[in-house]
């Protein structure tokens, strides 16, 4: 069975930065593209980023470009995002997700505030 377990979120102070990890289990991850979603209370959850399966090719929402990076370890079965000049605006629920599955983890909790 597909498992997508996040981590890493907490509170962070404006201009801060965290790094949020995702282990994946239960499909072959070394060819699947990955990606992060974010959602905050009554908004739409939206891309945040995309990493091809090797790693080449990486993908960011204009509203995080310059400011976060998307990485996979495909030994150890991990994405990773790196968030870095935090904002306020940051401040939502971050899901990893392999594109066509209709499954969602858990999720980890940003919260952006001073």
């Known amino acids: 069975q597909v498992q997508l377990v996040e981590s890493g979120g907490g509170l962070v102070l404006p201009g801060g930065s965290l790094r949020l990890s995702c282990a994946a289990s239960?499909?072959?991850?070394?060819?699947?593209?990955m990606s992060w979603y974010r959602q905050a209370p009554g908004k739409e959850r939206e891309l945040v980023a995309a990493?091809?399966?090797?790693?080449?090719?990486?993908n960011y929402a204009d509203s995080v470009k310059g400011r976060f990076t998307i990485s996979r370890d495909n030994r150890k079965n991990t994405v990773y995002l790196q968030m870095n000049s935090l904002k306020p605006e940051d401040t939502a629920v971050y899901y990893c997700?392999?594109?066509?599955?209709?499954?969602w983890g858990q999720g980890t909790q940003v919260t952006v505030s001073s």
């Open positions: 997700k392999r594109p066509g599955f209709t499954s």
């Open positions: 239960g499909f072959t991850f070394s060819s699947a593209v």
């Open positions: 990493i091809s399966a090797a790693g080449g090719t990486t």
